[in-house]
């Protein structure tokens, strides 16, 4: 069967809804009945898909004081591809050398939480940090650009703290708040003097703690009122961070509570050496994991312990493909991908193909808000692929990474059940009737590559 017209208007008409996203509704919360998803206040599921970069917030780049980064139009960017979520970047030291990425450039990064106002100077010459005073600029431009994506319908996790940076980047700590030369509080997080401060993450020195609380809780009261958020403790940070991370997660839980709205917490992937045991058995209430179990290739089923939201960044640092997205979303995830972007933070090499990607998970997401998601769960066993989300009965939605014929057991349906096909590359839907249910049924693929099927109940007129 060939294309029809009204079913490809129909899936033009979706993403241009979801490009005019009405407002994020929230608080989030766990759904009750499938916390495989967060649930907006009136107990619709929603899928979390979106590219985020690294100086979405806080500017980075070669001049000093670094360009500013065009935030609208990166709202423009993420509402095109259907985008709902974002993680919000921090960075905690003044500088980046990227040289352990692709690059080999020394970036300049502000604004920072805390004001450098002196007296004295920093390691890099400029006013030292007063860790009794903030950057009311970092605070104003947080609350604007949450607050702007929120009417975008666009979901923003902020990022509080950033490990990656001090363990691999070179002159991380040298250049970071906590170095007790950096900062006119006397306050000095490398407890073991070797010249690495990363006891800043480990709950060894209580003024850094504090210190760490403080700007905290300035962020929850700037932010508290707002529906679109969530929050990710740390990037990347060592293992040795976790009882910090779980404390930060308790801590963010505990001051919320005092507040109006409670919004989800989340826990990621701890580089080198972490395990995904620590996520699943934190307090959080979304994760991210490592490769480990498969989530590259073969992503196992979402069990429901936790949201879980796979990164690009966690897995291949940049990478991940359009095949790797539908594989995620079937297997009940909450797919995103680092995003070069523009390239000009990071010189990125020509083998990271963003666009599929971008333009997958703004699909996966369109097929998302058509189905009942609350009712949906990984039920590889009905498809000869192994990649099925169905409600079984009402609603399956399967992955044919290769094309072709797929068998689909629909036993539990007891009626006809309406056919489309879904170019995975394109996006094109291909309308193929009904077939009924109650057997075990073949489906002959009427495109090339990549694709998937949806078959549901018939809508009721």
């Given at each position: 069967?060939?294309?029809?017209?009204t079913?490809?208007?129909l899936?033009?008409?979706?993403?241009?809804a979801?490009?005019?996203?009405?407002?994020?509704?929230g608080?989030?919360k766990?759904?009750?009945?499938?916390?495989?998803?967060?649930?907006?206040p009136?107990?619709?599921?929603?899928?979390?898909?979106?590219a985020?970069?690294?100086?979405?917030?806080?500017?980075?780049?070669?001049?000093?004081?670094?360009?500013?980064?065009?935030?609208?139009?990166y709202?423009?960017f993420l509402?095109?591809?259907?985008?709902?979520f974002?993680?919000?970047?921090?960075?905690?030291?003044?500088?980046?050398?990227?040289?352990?990425?692709?690059?080999?450039?020394?970036?300049?990064?502000?604004?920072l939480?805390w004001?450098?106002?002196?007296?004295g100077?920093?390691?890099?010459?400029?006013?030292?940090?007063?860790?009794?005073?903030?950057?009311?600029?970092?605070?104003?431009?947080?609350?604007t650009?949450?607050?702007a994506?929120?009417?975008?319908?666009?979901?923003?996790?902020?990022?509080?703290?950033?490990?990656?940076?001090?363990?691999?980047?070179?002159?991380?700590?040298e250049?970071?708040?906590?170095?007790g030369?950096?900062n006119?509080n006397g306050?000095?997080?490398?407890?073991?003097?070797?010249?690495k401060?990363?006891?800043?993450?480990?709950?060894?020195?209580?003024?850094?703690?504090?210190?760490?609380?403080?700007?905290?809780?300035k962020?929850?009261?700037?932010?508290?009122?707002?529906?679109?958020?969530?929050?990710?403790?740390?990037?990347?940070?060592?293992?040795p961070?976790?009882?910090?991370?779980?404390?930060?997660?308790?801590?963010i839980?505990?001051?919320?509570?005092?507040k109006?709205?409670?919004?989800?917490?989340?826990?990621?992937?701890?580089?080198k050496?972490?395990?995904n045991?620590t996520?699943f058995?934190?307090?959080?209430d979304?994760?991210?994991?490592?490769?480990d179990?498969?989530?590259?290739?073969?992503?196992?089923?979402?069990?429901?312990?936790?949201?879980?939201?796979?990164?690009t960044?966690?897995?291949?640092?940049?990478g991940?493909s359009?095949?790797w997205?539908?594989?995620?979303?079937l297997?009940?995830?909450?797919?995103?991908?680092?995003d070069?972007y523009?390239?000009?933070v990071?010189?990125?090499?020509?083998?990271?193909?963003?666009?599929?990607?971008?333009?997958?998970?703004?699909?996966?997401?369109r097929l998302?808000?058509?189905?009942n998601l609350?009712?949906?769960?990984?039920?590889?066993?009905?498809?000869s692929?192994?990649?099925?989300?169905?409600?079984?009965?009402?609603?399956?939605?399967v992955?044919?990474?290769?094309?072709?014929?797929v068998?689909?057991?629909?036993?539990?349906?007891?009626?006809?059940?309406?056919?489309?096909?879904?170019?995975?590359?394109?996006?094109k839907?291909?309308?193929?009737?009904?077939?009924?249910?109650?057997?075990?049924r073949?489906?002959a693929?009427p495109?090339?590559?990549?694709?998937?099927?949806?078959?549901?109940?018939?809508?009721?007129?």
């Open positions: 069967m060939g294309w029809r017209p079913a490809f208007l899936l033009l008409l979706s993403a241009a979801l490009a005019a996203s009405p407002p994020a509704r608080p989030l766990v759904h009750p009945d499938n916390p495989r998803y967060f649930a907006t009136d107990g619709r599921a929603v899928l979390l898909v979106g985020h970069t690294w100086n979405n917030l806080i500017d980075m780049g070669p001049a000093d004081p670094p360009a500013t980064f065009d935030f609208p139009a709202l423009d509402a095109k591809h259907g985008h709902n974002v993680r919000l970047w921090t960075w905690e030291s003044a500088s980046w050398n990227t040289g352990p990425n692709y690059g080999k450039r020394v970036h300049h990064v502000a604004p939480p004001a450098r106002v002196g007296p100077k920093a390691m890099d010459g400029k006013a030292k940090f007063d860790l009794g005073k903030f950057d009311e600029e970092y605070f104003k431009r947080l609350r650009r949450v607050a994506a929120g009417e975008r319908g666009i979901y923003m996790s902020i990022m509080l703290f950033e490990g990656w940076g001090m363990q691999f980047a070179a002159g991380g700590w250049s970071h708040p906590l170095n030369k950096n006119v306050v000095n997080g490398d407890a073991d003097g070797d010249g401060g990363l006891e800043v993450h480990e709950l060894v020195v209580p003024a850094v703690t504090a210190a760490q609380e403080a700007y905290v809780r962020v929850i009261d700037t932010v508290n009122d707002l529906d679109n958020v969530l929050y990710e403790i740390s990037n990347e940070n060592h293992p961070s976790t009882p910090w991370q779980y404390h930060m997660i308790r801590f839980k505990d001051y919320e509570k005092t109006p709205r409670q919004h989800p917490v989340g826990m990621t992937f701890q580089y050496g972490g395990s045991k996520l058995d934190s307090p959080a979304w994760v991210s994991p490592n490769p179990g498969g989530y590259r290739d073969n992503p196992p089923p979402a069990d429901g312990r936790k949201v879980v939201i796979p990164d960044d966690h897995l291949w640092g940049l991940g359009a095949d997205v539908w594989k995620s979303f297997r009940g995830h909450n797919p995103i991908f680092m070069p523009d390239d000009k990071l010189a990125t090499p020509s083998k990271v193909k963003s666009e599929p990607v971008r333009q997958a998970l703004g699909q996966a997401r998302a808000e058509r189905m609350a009712a949906a769960t990984p039920q590889g066993k009905l498809a692929s192994g990649y099925c989300l169905a409600a079984p009965g009402r609603e399956y939605l992955y044919v990474p290769s094309g072709g014929k068998t689909v057991d629909l036993t539990a349906a007891k009626g006809p059940l309406e056919v489309e096909w879904l170019e995975a590359g394109s996006g839907v291909a309308p193929a009737g009904r077939v009924e249910g109650g057997a075990r073949e489906f693929s495109v090339k590559g990549p694709a998937v099927l949806f078959l549901s109940s018939p809508s009721k007129e």
